[in-house]
């Protein structure tokens, strides 16, 4: 019985599934049946203009062109309507379909349940549902009805409808989704001459298949292409696909509409998770900013014997005791621990995001960290942190911690940090975001979901995600798995996660030293 239970959940989501494409048909019928009314209306509209002009020679003729329109007009929605009536009665077949099978969950007696599976089954089967097409089977555009009387005035008993491009195909296979740049590629199913240029429309969504009418974004326009190849760059990839579409104009109209095509465009997105931050932190989406005024005054010592010695240095300290900002009463993290937490844990897979500090930040710190980090812990000073800590108070430093141990990085800051997890291989690497030079490696048998996790004093982050992993660290990635082995390493307390720290830098090796 379990078994036909799965078989009919089974059955169930396909069923819904079906009823979904066919509200998001029926979507696009209506649709397009309201636009052959708004467009044809406009077609008229612009050919009575034109004949206006002309009326006395082209009386005859404008009764002949807007008879031919009023009868595409009937064509289309003739059949755009019975395509609605057939699929608005196969989606109350199916709704009810749906019921019953729903309510056969609740048959007790197994004899009748089984009698119920199997009708449900030989039901699905016939359903009208899976046997209509999903294309309308008519398009709004009116386009090709329309006139140039310019050059026409003394040709006025030869005057044709304008013929207009054809759709163009996009070739889906030389599509390309890399670095953060989408390069969409068509051509034309015919050599047309006549062509002038193309538009290119696309817009972000998170339905995967078929676009639909309605969605939360709106068709974005590029228009004036002179070449079958076009590349959207510095995009932000924030939702998991991208639709596309072209059409073909030539000097007088534009053409239908290619066939849409969906990419795939997934990416790491996360923000500061402002309800885990340090009260001296202000805390936007995508920035924060070190804010000495952010809590409550407190006396020069502080609590906590974690912080005693730390690599991040203290601000002063005033006995004015104020009231703090109303910002959530926050309190993940407290003392010297000037952390937040991203919003988004990671949990399997690769991902990549960068982080730019002020110019002028005192002291910053970036990595990955468990939940569980206490309230008084700082980045790096744990065996449940991996960072790299910048110090420009003093006495410059940039250094890889972990587990309360340092290891000097002998390379230039760089302006923008790149930081690339491997969850899976259990690989935490920095980079220097503008040439994709390797700065560091932390080598980790994560144990358990990570966050991304920074520090910040005197100062100020911006964070970028919606970054696809850049290919000149995916190459280096590659050739660095198949090196295998390690240069050095930081040892841990916690004798359950394995941790080296390995050093990888395009430059010639520079020996480093180990600091306590």
């Keep these: 019985m379990d078994s036909q239970k799965d078989a009919l959940q089974r059955i169930i989501a396909t069923l819904a ?16 049946l309201g636009r052959v009314q ?57 709704e009810e379909l749906l019921e019953f099978a729903n309510n056969a969950l609740h048959i007790a007696d197994e004899g009748e349940f089984t009698k119920a599976a199997k009708q449900i089954k030989d039901r699905v089967t016939m359903a009208p549902a899976f046997r209509l097409t999903m294309k309308p089977k008519a398009t709004d555009n009116m386009t090709h009805l329309m006139v140039d009387f310019s050059q026409e005035r003394q040709l006025l008993q030869g005057l044709k409808f304008l013929p207009v491009p054809r759709a163009p195909e996009i070739v889906l296979g030389d599509c390309l989704v890399i670095d953060n740049e989408v390069t969409v590629t068509w051509r034309m199913p015919v050599e047309d001459s006549k062509i002038d240029h193309y538009i290119l429309e696309y817009r972000k969504t998170n339905h995967e298949g078929l676009p639909r009418v309605k969605d939360e974004q709106c068709w974005e326009v590029l228009d004036n292409i002179k070449s079958t190849e076009h590349t959207l760059q510095g995009l932000k990839f924030d939702t998991k696909f991208m639709n596309f579409r072209v059409r ?83 309190d993940r993290f407290t003392g010297e621990s000037y952390t937040v937490l991203g919003d988004t844990s990671i949990e399997s897979g690769q991902h990549y995001w960068e982080v730019k500090p ?87 048998k994560f144990t358990q979901p990570v966050v991304p996790a920074f520090m910040v004093w005197c100062g100020g982050l911006t964070l970028s995600t919606g970054l696809q992993i850049p290919s000149a660290v995916k190459s280096f990635q590659k050739t660095e798995n198949g090196l295998g082995g390690s240069n050095s390493s930081i040892s841990q307390q916690d004798p359950s996660v394995a941790c080296d720290i390995c050093l990888y830098d395009k430059l010639p090796s520079v020996e480093t030293s180990l600091m306590p």
Excluded at 56 to 75: A, C, F, G, P, V
Excluded at 277 to 294: A, F, Y
Excluded at 310 to 324: A, D, F, N, W
Excluded at 374 to 390: A, P, R, S
């Design 17 to 32: 599934n079906k009823n979904e494409e066919l509200q998001n048909f029926i979507e696009t019928l209506n649709h397009t």
């Design 358 to 444: 002020q110019k002028d930040c005192k002291s910053y710190s970036v990595g990955l960290a468990y939940r569980n980090l206490g309230k008084f812990d700082q980045l790096g000073k744990t065996n449940t942190t991996w960072c790299i800590h910048v110090n420009n108070w003093l006495q410059n430093s940039f250094a890889a911690k972990h587990n309360n141990k340092a290891k000097n990085l002998d390379v230039p800051v760089p302006d923008c940090i790149g930081v690339y997890c491997d969850f899976d291989r259990g690989q935490l690497s920095f980079y220097n975001a503008e040439n994709k030079q390797l700065l560091h490696t932390f080598k980790v």
């Design 248 to 330: 073909a104009c030539n000097k007088a109209a534009a053409g239908e509409y290619s066939d849409p095509v969906t990419l795939e465009t997934r990416a790491f997105n996360f923000g500061f998770d402002s309800t885990s931050s340090h009260l001296n932190l202000k805390v936007e989406d995508r920035s924060v900013e070190w804010d000495p005024q952010g809590g409550k005054g407190v006396d020069s010592k502080v609590k906590g014997k974690e912080n005693k010695g730390s690599g991040t240095p203290s601000p002063k300290r005033t006995s004015v005791t104020r009231s703090p900002a109303p910002r959530g009463a926050r």
């Design 38 to 94: 708004v467009n044809s209306t406009q077609v008229v509209s612009d050919l009575e203009e034109e004949f206006d002009t002309l009326y006395s020679i082209l009386d005859e003729m404008k009764e002949s062109m807007t008879n031919t329109i009023k009868q595409e007009k009937i064509r289309k929605s003739h059949e755009l309507q019975n395509q609605l009536t057939q699929s608005t009665s196969a989606l109350e077949s199916a």
